[in-house]
């Protein structure tokens, strides 16, 4: 029952109350007539309904009250359900800000950091331009590389100073382990191989300090082996004069002794494992095969072509400061690969090559020594004689990685003149990582990968510096 019904019965009841008081009080008052009483009662009852009548006025407006206040309520209910949906959405989108701004801080602090180190090795640079009158005192670092049990061998390692600035070897022997490092300044280094498998025993660092470092033994972890044997075309005529490259499944490995005029090869400090043994690149091998040194020398080794012997020659010399170069790797770069030949001991080379055509022929030494012919152009008939005049130029490495960090192999890198002539190519290995010489000048670095937009980049190169240059794919 509503408060409405329950007042205006109330009211009735009230009515026959009154209605009984004052039959009663009529009673009491016999002296007046009954119309006189009628009258009154009347008046009484008609007074009580105007009382009445207010009342259900009063609770009609306490009732549209409530409706309206029950409207409120409702609109209220759903005007906080929105600003409780509107809240919920806009923290939702502050959260995925907050996590992308702080990716951003994150990577912006990693940009930082790599131009601070790039900023302070140009401000060292900048002081030691600034005082040409004081020159930056370097020195020589020389001695033998022997492995494990203190047998001679020769492989390519290179020093890294503490800033990471890396100094290859200048010069080097293959027969007698023998090594120079030229013009190194003071501080301290690591000493590092460039392949897998050759781990420094000792000295893991020098330092240089005022003064040459001479009769510095470079010890290996691990014993060293010779692989020998011999490569021929298909017709079974000797590949004479090809350089042979050792590579192992983690790392692009090397430039080794090249073949001598009866074909023959020796490759001597191998490291146990497993090695693709190749004359040209894998992706355009002239030959290949696989060998396994384990814990002896492996001899009688065949390195065969599946073609005949080609019938044109590149002859040239390889000299440096007006010196014949021996052991010098000189190659004649293809489609893909490259034909190779290593100088004699007088400086010679002669490299055979398939097919008539314009190449770049390159030789480039361990260390800034670099020289070139962008193109070459190999005709039939008699021998294209090409000399070349080695000078100190620069190197460019780096590393190709893709987004989540792992390294890109195979990735080709080229160096372009002005003219867009190739000056030097190489391919990165299992790592990702690349390094090639340029001469000095203005030059364009072209990254390029299958599938992928290449990338391009002006670099310029100064006698003596390394530039590196990483790159995410």
Not at 54 to 67: K, L, R, V
Not at 380 to 389: E, K, L, R, Y
Not at 445 to 451: F, N, R, T, V
């Amino acid at each position: 029952m509503n408060w409405t019904k329950r007042l205006m019965l109330t009211g009735g009841l009230l009515c026959v109350i009154l209605l009984l008081t004052a039959t009663f009080a009529a009673a009491e008052d016999p002296g007046k007539s009954i119309a006189q009483r009628v009258l009154k009662l009347e008046q009484f009852v008609t007074d009580i309904q105007g009382v009445f009548t207010g009342q259900q006025q009063d609770i009609d407006s306490i009732h549209t009250t409530n409706q309206q206040q029950t409207a409120e309520i409702t609109e209220i209910k759903r005007l906080l359900a929105e600003q409780q949906e509107l809240t919920a959405s806009l923290q939702s989108k502050v959260n995925n800000d907050v996590a992308a701004l702080q990716q951003q801080l994150a990577e912006q602090q990693g940009i930082t950091g790599g131009l601070q180190a790039q900023i302070s090795e140009l401000q060292a640079r900048i002081s030691q331009l600034e005082k040409p009158n004081v020159p930056v005192e370097k020195h020589r670092v020389s001695g033998t590389m022997v492995d494990v049990n203190g047998k001679t061998f020769f492989s390519g390692f290179e020093l890294i100073s503490s800033n990471g600035t890396h100094y290859p070897r200048t010069t080097g022997n293959t027969e007698t382990g023998a090594f120079t490092f030229e013009q190194i300044p003071n501080g301290t280094y690591d000493v590092h191989f460039y392949y897998n498998g050759y781990k420094v025993d000792s000295p893991k660092q020098i330092t240089i300090n005022g003064s040459d470092i001479t009769d510095l033994q470079v010890k290996l972890s691990v014993p060293t082996f010779t692989v020998s044997g011999k490569a021929t075309f298909a017709d079974g005529t000797a590949m004479a004069h090809q350089g042979i490259s050792l590579i192992d499944p983690h790392n692009i490995g090397g430039y080794w002794q090249g073949t001598n005029e009866q074909g023959e090869f020796t490759i001597s400090g191998i490291a146990p494992g497993e090695y693709t043994l190749q004359i040209g690149q894998s992706n355009g091998a002239v030959a290949q095969t696989t060998i396994r040194v384990t814990d002896s020398d492996l001899t009688g080794v065949e390195l065969k072509s599946d073609s005949n012997k080609p019938q044109l020659n590149v002859q040239g010399e390889v000299t440096l400061e007006n010196e014949l170069i021996a052991n010098a790797t000189v190659r004649l770069m293809d489609r893909g690969g490259y034909y190779g030949d290593m100088t004699n001991a007088q400086g010679a080379y002669n490299i055979a090559v398939r097919e008539a055509g314009s190449y770049p022929l390159v030789v480039a030494e361990q260390g800034y020594k670099f020289g070139y012919k962008s193109n070459l152009t190999v005709t039939n008939g008699t021998p294209t004689i090409a000399d070349i005049v080695m000078a100190e130029g620069g190197i460019i490495d780096g590393r190709i990685q893709r987004a989540d960090g792992s390294g890109i192999p195979n990735v080709s890198a080229k160096v372009l003149d002005g003219s867009g002539n190739m000056i030097n190519r190489i391919y990165t290995n299992n790592n990702g990582t690349y390094q090639l010489n340029a001469p000095a000048g203005s030059y364009t670095l072209l990254i390029e990968a299958d599938g992928r937009q290449p990338i391009d980049e002006t670099l310029n190169v100064t006698p003596g510096q390394t530039i590196t240059r990483d790159f995410t794919l």
